[in-house]
């Protein structure tokens, strides 16, 4: 189109003469603190780096250390804070032999940068400074990487690296007006003229000491001023916040420090040197390049696709003071909306309105060729007022439309309009801010694809290893809740089962795998697997844990798991709990009391071999529930573990039972959601009917199975069964206990159970073989019809592993 307005060629052509106004700008003020800062943000601007960073030769001569950085954070590119002067490396390389050193990703591919790198498909450049004082390095995600016109802008920042405002390499050194050092072994502070006048005080009045600094700042400032200043919670490299300072009268006054931590060597302290600023008078002068620096430092943290839309909008809509901004995502040949602001329907096209289907439409790209081939093009494209445009972009922006390919990867990630209702004229620092940003916000985006992608997989990996439901108990009722953390977004090893054992047993299992990772949710499914497969062989509590740590073991991993496991007798109300490394079950009692009973523990699963579980007896009366719950629910980084049990026990005792799934709920209304949390309620009803139970040891003698069916007979009478109905249970009981005799070795034991009108007969040996049912039985056969009568006997049956061995089970329905 005629009128369209390309920020392509012709910008590039001007990009040059521009970086050169913008650093002979900052020339003007040499000694400024923020001097150097800005003029490495030049090369994000106009040299297409996502990150740059000054390099300069330590006091012995041996490294060269990191004094300045922008964009962001260096650790996605694995550089570090030091480079040995002799040693390989591109910064090294570039001041020992005063040649620039430009590198493409397969350069990089064997370097210690790239392997300690998250993502490696990135470009370096290391620029000699003039002078031997330092290099410049830069880094771009461009899948060309640094163009012709990139490197001389990069070579125009080089030259313009100067140190006169940079802070002091020594104690003792003349500072800067605004700049200070603090020495962090003894808490010595060197401190420039003008700092001491935005605290109240003139140099005799300085005693030296930080403490003395501190105590003119508002009290509620003091922690993140702390975490700052102590060694202790400090990394090398940038550290930037604002604080305020108590004023003679009036309100305190606002100031910005900006710091960074300089490693000490052989007799020299590490020290914290920097700048400190009025914090009104910088927020009067934030530019175009301040602003890239905030959208590519928000952009560093936003890790899926939604935060980096929301960072996007706040970086643009405002400062370009735009009527609406649309950001969508490519998927295929479809652009899918993340989001728009304003929100509401209504403040954009009739045509957008009919796609909407959820919570945003999905860009009509069909109706809007323009925007297509600008997708096409790769490059931003800018519309002035009175453009003819499909009214599918017109009546975005009437007074003007941007629209701006998100590129990433050597592909189009997206697009991200902008739309005014007034005519808005596009000065040549707006066309530059657009440009930047769309290329830190298309490398964004992109991995925020990559994450939710991974996020989802772990996700359903998770949710296939929980239960997807928890089964119906007799006498009582569970309910379970899990929360995913929302810190990072990355899903833990939090687990939860509700196991059905033999003798109206349940196993109420909870537990924690170490870590946030595919790895911990893979291991959480390990472990929920072997405890259940160890339950239902008929183990007792510790010796399911105990062989549950022995595997932990033996899977030779780095991660351990925390787990509680309560193993309750619905027919009496009675359990055995045991604990490793886990927080204790809460019980609320009937009368609404709590109690969080003091259950001895072991050591976390896969932590020691030979490590002792011991059980611990917990009473159960009817009304009593059972709460199990993870660490995230009752721990944060500001609530004590006790306390956040303490918390627990008080709002179960507030709750209504009679509704477990709303107690559940209510448990984790203010949770605060920074780990994941894994909730099992259980409420102890007593049962209804009790089942009556006899057991019997069938000896190796000849009468054995005489012995077990005179046995059978007289517990049946006992217990008020008809005659007519012993016949079935009878001979059940003589072809399976036949069985265990002819065919196994060992114990074998009988166990009646009759449940209101259903009889259970089961038999348990020492074999783990499982009885074949045969397929076919010729009329000569002497053997091999046991299983057959028991089959037509029974309503149903089968066999269990039980610990030793296994149980063959019939269960039989009388009166039938």
Known sequence: ??????????????????AEGALKALSVEPDSPERLRRVLEQALVFGGASFAAVYTPSEDGELLCLIEAVGVPRTLYGLRDGYALTGRSPVA?????????????AQLADSAESRRAPSRDFHLAALPAPGDDGCLLAVSESPGGFGTDDRACLELVAEAVAFPGRPPAAEGDELPAGAFSLAMDSGRVEVGEDILALFGLGPAEFDGKVETLLGLTVPEDLPSLMSVVEADHMSIGDRELEFRVLQPSGPPRWLRLRGRLV????GRPARLVGTVADASTLRAEITDVARVQRLAAALATAVTVRDVSHAVVTALRKPLRADRIALAGLEGDRLVVTVLDPPEPESWPELWRLEWRTEWPDAPVRAMPTLAAALRDGRAQIWPAGTPLEPALAEVGPGGLA??????????AGACLIGWDTPHEFGTDERALLTASAGLAGQALMRAHAFDAEHELVGMLQRQLLPRRLPRLPGAEAVARYLPTTAGLEVGGD?????????????????????????????????RTALRAYAAEGHPPDVVVHH???????????????????????????????RAGHLPPVLRHPDGGTEIPEVEGGPPLGVLRQAAFPMTPLRLQPGTVVALTTDGLVESADADIDDGMDRLARELARSDPAHLGLVADALLVDARRSDDIALLLMRYDGMAVRPLRESWTVWRVPEAVGHARRFTRRTLRAWGVPPHDMDAVLLVVCELVTNALVHTDGRVRLDLTLVGRRMRVAVADASPRTPVKPTSISWEATGGRGILLVEAMSASWGTVPVSGGKQVWSEIALGE
């Open 403 to 412: 629209v701006l390919p998100l590129p990433a990867g050597g592909r189009m």
């Open 1 to 18: 189109m005629a009128d369209v307005v390309s920020e392509g060629a012709a910008g590039r052509r001007t990009r040059r003469p521009r």
């Open 495 to 527: 687990w939860y089962d509700v196991i059905p054992l033999h003798d109206n047993h349940v196993a109420l299992v909870i537990g924690d795998v170490q870590g946030h990772s595919a790895a911990a949710a893979t291991l959480m499914g390990q472990m």
């Open 263 to 266: 490693p000490g060597g052989e």
């Open 93 to 105: 390389d570039a001041h020992r032999t005063g040649r620039a050193v430009w590198l493409a990703p």
């Open 548 to 578: 549950s740590n022995r595997l932990l073991m033996d899977m030779e991993t780095d991660l351990f798991a925390t787990c509680c496991y309560v193993d309750v007798d619905l027919e009496e109300g009675s359990a055995w709990c045991v």
